[in-house]
């Protein structure tokens, strides 16, 4: 069928037309809340089950990508911009990841959202969110995936700002959306040096050049585009130094944090650094750099996810972590295994919020770790299924993280392009450390005695169907999800990279390494919070300042405050409003305005109203007629 | 000094003569008059030149002169003794409404 | 009769009784008729007498008349601005003399034989000039018009009998 791909991507866009136009007025009403929810969950649904036939199709067509040309955007003197959808073997993945991932958040946000007076305007945006994700995945050219890039960050904003009326969820949207901002300087000016070199910005042309070393490839140096392009991924993708939004952004409704913080928007700068991997092939250095930020991210959002509590916190600081992970596989040339962890953190992740927000609706709203506990018998099924996640998250064998993290970490320390032990080293303390804060988060929110308050403990209950059965179903994936060989199925498209010769025999050893790393990670947190509450508080006095400075974030976002954002308030305040604005240019129009006035008051005093005066004046008018007349006798 | 040069003289100094009245006299009805003397100082300029041309273009100009002065005074006087009538006094220094 | 035109209009300057200054003004056009004559253009010195003096001072007369009643007696006689005045006037003399001094002249043709006749300027008025014909009719409904119209203002303003504006 023709425009397939087209269509997987403006369903959504259909659905949020539908939901924002006619059920944002009635939102909240129990009739159309059910009217919303159906239009906001049927367009994503009916767009995986395209994606499936569009994969399928592309099965039966042996893997040739499918371009789809849709509509000439822009003819611009003798350059034509084009809309089309390219399907590959990448975007069939993250496609089928982001339809199926996204229907069934929608389907827990029918419960979740229930009864909000803004039921409506959710799904609407969370459509509206489906649609420019879609186009990022699905687009042929650089020039569409960034339509799409700015569109998701869009829906962020939207989203995370959701519950508007209180300031600070407004405050973190903008913070998300402006970081975003700055990141995407770095991607336009890298998509300006390649549309120069190359005359388009379709990414499979691009690619091939760069990967068959053609004439326009040698121009450009691949390593400052890569550069670039790794700004824009560091603001969408939360690494340093753009994470920043990121744990702000839990301000927003749980859903979204699953469904754009976890599995999809900030995976998008791990898909566009795969989809160019010809450019990072040949750029060495640039590699380098990911890999490095992409460890040192990985490492220090675990520091700081060990002493957070709020429940959404760990998990967003979790998340920052893994996609530096990803980000370091990326830099060590194994494209394919990033990818795949991609997938498997969807999984696990989405399973993890989701399962929070599970948590906090049954507590009514409580997010503080520190005053829950005991929840394991009270809701069991949510219980259950955030194990799982948590489980395959810190790498227990058999479970879908286990297999991807320890691709990653295998790559990291062998890769020959550009794989060090160091880089191992400090991934593999990150994995302890991951083990360790999610069995913590597992323990202090389930186990042990319960530390809520009696009207809370009264009115904990499992929350519905809606949401227990996506939960259900995404810990499954969790377990399972390891077993699609993701990494090898790219190899045809992404090649991994080869291994140093020398090293390849330790690839037994660092697996047993990650295994007892993984289990050294529960068991110590089973140590620490298993046992009384006095442990974990005497290891806290014993390194305050540390657990202070790591509690504070190492304080960079009061960095930031100081060094950049007072001085940026400062100089617009000042030179710019003050200065020009109201000195300059409202200056000059009054002053022009006053001019005019006092120059009227002035000449309006030759009006006397004297008859005689004005006489007088055409007389000596007529004199002076008269003299210039003789210059010409 | 030929008899030319004398005409356009008395014409000139007749034509300053009422425009000087405009300026010094006070009297609205006096100033009126001035004006009616400026006029026919144009008038003999008027017919001196059309003379001494022998184009009959400086007669017909004189003719239309004579039915705006007629024209003038005749809307001139009622608007003087309007104003009259409001002010109660004929000097012009008076009327300053349009100052500013 | 130059010099006597010349000395009424200086007159005119110089008296104080609107009155006089009427009688002043009428001598002087009585003079300028008198040159027109002595020009050979003698039905414009007949318009002159007629028009001028017949119809136009007549008026003014009348209404000097009509209004000397409520003139307040010791008013001053001249503006503030004499002096300025003569100044501006004796530099515009001058100028004006130079001026016709430095233009040259044909000699005047001798009167008696007048150039264009009556009869010439009449076709050449209705004929050539016919715009300027239509204009003078044009002004003269004007002005009567504009007669009614102040009329009209001062029956409206006075709610009476009204005043004795008119033409």
């Known amino acids: 069928m023709p425009h397939t791909l087209a269509l997987i991507a403006l369903l959504p866009l259909v659905g949020f037309l539908l939901n924002g136009f006619f059920a944002t007025a009635l939102g909240g009403h129990r009739a159309n809340e059910r009217v919303a929810a159906i239009v906001g969950c049927a367009f994503p649904i009916a767009a995986f089950a395209l994606t499936i036939k569009a994969f399928l199709d592309l099965q039966a067509g042996g893997f040739t990508p499918i371009v789809e ?67 990022l995945v699905l687009g042929r050219s650089m020039l569409v995936l960034f339509v799409g890039w700015e569109g998701v960050g869009l829906a962020s904003y939207l989203l995370i700002g959701f519950w508007f009326d209180d300031l600070t969820n407004a405050k973190a949207g903008r913070k998300a959306f402006i970081t975003n901002r700055i990141g995407d300087a770095g991607f336009l000016l890298g998509m300006f040096l390649l549309y120069r070199a190359f005359g388009t910005l379709d990414m499979d042309t691009i690619n091939g050049a760069f990967l068959t070393g053609s004439g326009a490839a040698m121009i450009v140096p691949a390593s400052l585009v890569g550069l670039l392009l790794f700004v824009g991924a560091t603001g969408k993708s939360a690494q340093i130094p753009l994470y920043v939004w990121l744990p702000d952004a839990m301000a927003g409704p749980t859903p979204v944090s699953a469904l754009i913080h976890a599995a999809t928007m900030v995976t998008a700068g791990v898909y566009l650094t795969a989809r160019m991997s010809g450019i990072y092939m040949m750029a060495p250095e640039a590699s380098q750099v990911i890999a490095v930020v992409g460890v040192l991210t990985a490492f220090f959002a675990a520091t700081v996810a060990l002493v957070q509590t709020d429940i959404k916190k760990v998990l967003a600081y979790s998340t920052v972590s893994q996609l530096g992970f990803m980000f370091l596989a990326l830099g060590v040339g194994a494209y394919g295994v990033a990818i795949f962890h991609v997938v498997t953190h969807a999984f696990f992740k989405a399973c993890l919020f989701l399962g929070a927000g599970s948590v906090i609706h049954a507590l009514g709203g409580e997010q503080d770790i520190r005053k829950m506990g005991g929840l394991r018998t009270k809701i069991p099924l949510t219980f259950w299924t955030f194990a799982v996640a948590t489980a395959a998250i810190a790498g227990i064998p058999g479970l879908a993280g286990f297999f991807s993290k320890d691709e990653i970490l295998w790559y ?22 991951t083990a360790f804060y ?18 809370v403990e009264h009115h904990v209950h499992e929350s519905p169907i809606s949401m227990t059965g996506v939960l259900m179903l995404l810990a499954l994936l969790s377990a399972g999800g390891g077993y699609i060989a993701i990494p090898h199925f790219l190899e045809a498209q992404i090649p991994l990279p080869p291994i140093v010769e020398s090293l390849a025999h330790y690839e037994q050893t660092l697996l047993i390494v990650s295994i007892v790393l993984a289990f050294a990670g529960l068991g110590l947190a089973v140590f620490m919070f298993g046992g009384p509450a006095s442990r974990p508080e005497s290891i806290k006095q014993a390194l305050l300042p540390v657990h202070r400075l790591l509690s504070g974030k190492y304080f960079i976002d009061e960095l930031y405050d100081r060094v950049i954002v007072k001085p940026v308030a400062w100089f617009s305040e000042v030179v710019l409003l003050r200065g020009s604005d109201t000195l300059l240019l409202d200056g000059s129009l009054n002053g022009l305005a006053s001019l005019a006035q006092r120059s009227a008051g002035l000449l309006s005093r030759a009006q006397t109203g004297s008859l005689h005066l004005y006489a007088l004046l055409v007389m000596v008018g007529i004199v002076g007629a008269l003299l210039w007349s003789w210059r010409h006798v | 000094m030929d008899k030319v040069h004398l005409l356009l003289l008395l014409s000139g100094a007749l034509f300053s003569l009422g425009l000087l009245g405009v300026i010094v006299r006070r009297n609205a009805l006096v100033m009126l008059m001035c004006m009616e003397l400026m006029l026919n100082g144009v008038n003999l300029s008027l017919v001196t030149f059309s003379q001494q041309r022998g184009d009959a273009a400086g007669a017909v100009l004189v003719f239309l002169v004579f039915v705006v002065a007629t024209v003038e005074i005749a809307l001139a006087i009622p608007i003087v003794l309007l104003l009259v009538r409001f002010k109660r006094s004929m000097d012009i220094d008076r009327y300053s409404d349009l100052k500013g | 009769m130059g010099a006597v035109a ?53 008026f003014m007369v009348y209404v000097i008349m009509l209004l000397e009643v409520r003139e307040a007696p010791g008013n001053r006689r001249y503006s503030r601005w004499l002096v300025p005045g003569v100044t501006a006037f004796a530099t515009l003399v001058g100028v004006l003399g130079i001026s016709v001094y430095r233009s040259s002249a044909d000699v005047l043709t001798a009167p008696g034989a007048p150039p264009f006749s009556l009869t010439q300027f009449s076709t050449a008025f209705l004929s050539q000039y016919w715009l300027e014909f239509e204009l003078t009719s044009v002004f003269l409904v004007a002005a009567i018009v504009a007669a009614l119209a102040v009329i009209k203002v001062s029956r409206r303003v006075h709610g009476s009998a009204p005043g004795s504006a008119n033409g």
């Open chain 3, 6 to 58: 010349l000395l009424s209009a200086v007159l005119m300057l110089v008296l104080r009784e609107p009155m006089r200054v009427a009688l002043a003004l009428i001598t002087t056009m009585v003079m300028l008729g008198g040159i027109y004559g002595l020009l050979g253009v003698h039905f414009i010195a007949a318009f002159q007498v007629l028009i001028y003096v017949g119809a136009v001072m007549v």
């Open chain 1, 412 to 433: 990291a320390f062998a890769s020959a392009k550009g794989g060090a032990p160091w880089l191992w080293g400090m991934a593999a303390l990150t994995a302890l450390m």
């Open chain 1, 69 to 135: 040309p849709l509509y000439r955007w822009a003819l611009i003197g003798s350059s034509s911009f084009e809309i089309a959808f390219y399907f590959d073997r990448l975007s069939a993945i993250m496609t089928l990841v982001v339809t199926g991932v996204g229907s069934v958040i929608h389907i827990y946000s029918t419960g979740y959202m229930h009864h909000d007076k803004s039921f409506g305007r959710f799904f609407a945006y969370l459509n509206l969110f489906l649609f420019f994700m879609l186009l």
């Open chain 1, 438 to 455: 999610m069995f913590r988060l597992l323990w202090l929110t389930f186990m042990g005695a319960s530390r809520m308050s009696q009207e």
